[in-house]
């Protein structure tokens, strides 16, 4: 007769052969009938994302992974924020869609918080479903309103995936597709001192180059056929590139010389990343354009905008303004954007960005003087890399920008390292990215290190005095 502590191993053996099974099905389900971003689609090994909350995602077998970029940093205020979800259920027991010539509270109200807490004379808001429609509609409004063709744009930078965006974007995942370019985008160097273009010895002295460069660009393009310089507000996933503090109200100067506008992409940068509400704001400075999404909803739903003054607004009282969206001002996306920037604002998570920044600045410093590979670190509030070399004399990186499978030796050590420690983050190249949940401690942020610390074990190996 079977005794019932045997049951009950019989029950709990059956209970994780039907969960596996479950979970097998889940991950073959995902493999057969979904296509994933920026992969080769076999051999893929993919979290299982079973529930997060705050600054943590637990996978089907409960393990608990620190989610140290936000996931694509936009998970601002943290994840299962059920305020959030209260706000969508009492929207969609209202309404859930209507075309977007309709008007909802939602929409209005959504409106009228950017425009209070966007800077200067940025009054209204076009609202997509996300950060690449936000640029694309930028780019048509900038074309439209000056009359003009040509975009300028860092050449180490990210605006999106789609082909507008894309093409305005430095990113080198483009390439695949470069001839099929979006036509008249032009690139300029950024003011990238830790590997300065014109070897100059401080971030003042390389800003002043990169300005005087893109004017002489300008000039060779014919400034009178330029729209717009699209610019990120601050640089996120192309390297955490730090703009001198002068450099967007010189960017200010240059553009109302020439008469061309100013789209500052805020997508990754905005509502309260960089511990001001956006990085901008860093600057003292008014765009003529602004592009925000990730951080307008926490990722808790697709949205996004392209906010502009009121001068750019006016111009289309009695002339069209051609673009659209079926899903533009989606009342529930908008619904959640209200109470992600309420929740922002009231639980202070813009000031905690700035003190954890200054706090993971101090920790990261003290990193350095562990590990010889860390060359440099960039930061703005909690938007973050640490980048890696072999030689601190040389700057010689552990991997080549836009590195070749064959190069991708150390990268893909330190990125298997960092999963099986059980963190979430990107590592890209010789970057290390940083860009918690605003909602991080100074004792989640130690939790954290002490894994990247773990990871930079791995670049130390190949470093060579």
């Known amino acids: 007769m079977e ?39 076999s051999g893929l090994n993919p979290i299982i994302a079973d529930r997060a909350e705050g600054i ?21 205020i943290g994840h299962g924020d059920q305020r959030i ?10 309404l859930s869609y209507v075309y977007p010539g309709m008007v909802t509270d939602a929409r209005g109200e959504l409106g009228k918080i950017l425009a209070e807490i966007t800077p200067g004379n940025l009054t209204k808001s076009f609202f997509t479903l996300g950060g690449s429609e936000a640029i694309e509609n930028a780019i048509k409004v900038a074309r439209m309103y000056t ?32 001839a099929q370019a979006a ?34 660009v300008l000039k060779f393009e014919n400034p009178q056929s330029v729209a717009a310089i699209l610019f990120e507000g601050e640089s996120g996933s192309s390297g955490c590139i730090k703009y001198p503090p002068f450099y967007w109200k010189k960017l200010r100067l240059l553009a109302d010389k020439y008469g061309i506008l100013l789209i500052d992409d805020e997508v990754m ?40 003054t009121d001068k750019i607004a006016q111009h289309f009282d009695n002339i069209p303004m051609a673009i659209g969206l079926t899903y533009s001002a989606h009342a529930t996306a908008c619904a959640a954007a209200v109470e992600n920037i309420r929740i922002l604002r009231e639980d202070g998570l813009v000031e905690n960005a700035a003190r954890m920044g200054e706090y993971l600045e101090q920790e990261v410093a003290k990193l350095a003087e562990k590990h010889p590979s860390i060359g440099d670190f960039r ?87």
């Open 147 to 178: 009359g003009r063709h040509k975009i300028v744009a860092h050449y180490q930078s990210y605006h999106g995936a789609t082909n507008g965006a894309m093409s305005a974007g430095g990113d080198p995942r483009k390439f695949p597709v470069d």
């Open 3 to 41: 005794s019932r502590s045997e049951n009950k191993l019989d029950e709990l053996i059956g209970y994780n052969m039907d969960t596996r099974t479950e979970t097998n099905q889940v991950i073959q389900n995902n493999l057969d009938y979904t296509l994933f971003s920026w992969s080769k689609q």
């Open 379 to 465: 930061n703005t509030g909690l938007l973050g890399c640490i980048e890696l070399v072999k030689n601190r004399a040389t700057k010689e990186p552990v991997t080549p920008w836009n590195a070749a499978p064959s190069e991708l030796e150390v990268t893909n050590r330190m990125a298997a390292k960092m999963r099986e420690l059980g963190m979430f983050t990107f590592v890209r190249w010789n970057w290390i990215f940083i860009a918690p949940p605003l909602t991080i401690t100074k004792e989640q942020i130690d939790e954290g290190l002490k894994i990247v610390s773990q990871v930079i074990d791995i670049a130390d190996e190949y470093y060579t005095d």
């Open 269 to 308: 940068s905005g509502f309260g990343r960089t511990g001001k509400m956006f990085a901008i704001d860093h600057h003292d400075t008014t765009p003529d354009i602004m592009c925000v999404a990730k951080g307008l909803t926490s990722g808790y739903l697709p949205l996004g905008a392209m906010i502009v």
């Open 183 to 216: 036509p008249n985008i032009v690139h300029v160097e950024n003011p990238y001192a830790y590997r300065c273009p014109w070897g100059t010895n401080s971030i003042e002295e390389c800003g002043e180059m990169a300005l005087a460069h893109l004017e002489r």
């Open 56 to 76: 943590y995602v637990y996978d089907s077998d409960g393990k608990k992974i620190i989610d140290f970029s936000s996931q694509l940093m936009n998970v601002n």
């Open 85 to 94: 979800t209260d706000a969508v259920v009492q929207q969609m027991k209202k």
